[in-house]
């Protein structure tokens, strides 16, 4: 699961249910891996709507660098935009 709260500790909030690894905040978006879907990648709105799988490929682990995720599964490195779209392998 996700929380946010105040720098002061203070308005602990739930943003998701989800068993989350791999947590990465851009502006207004959690990204994650969902260590209850195989380590598949998700999104979240930071108030906890939207919540979007991205792709049902294992992330074991990821970076963002703009609009681009690069992740590892258990072979290969990947990217994908930070919609979901243009998954590719990388060489």
Known sequence: MVY???T???QRTKINDD?????????????????D???????IKTDGSQRTKLCNDSAQGFCIEGDWI????????YKIKTDGSQQTREQ
Not at 25 to 34: C, I, R
């Open 19 to 35: 068993w989350s690894g791999f947590v990465t905040v851009v502006g207004d978006w959690v990204y994650y891996a969902n260590w």
């Open 8 to 10: 002061d500790g203070s």
């Open 37 to 43: 879907e195989d380590f598949a990648l998700y999104k």
């Open 4 to 6: 946010k709260m105040k």
């Open 70 to 77: 690069y992740f590892e599964n258990q072979t290969s490195l």
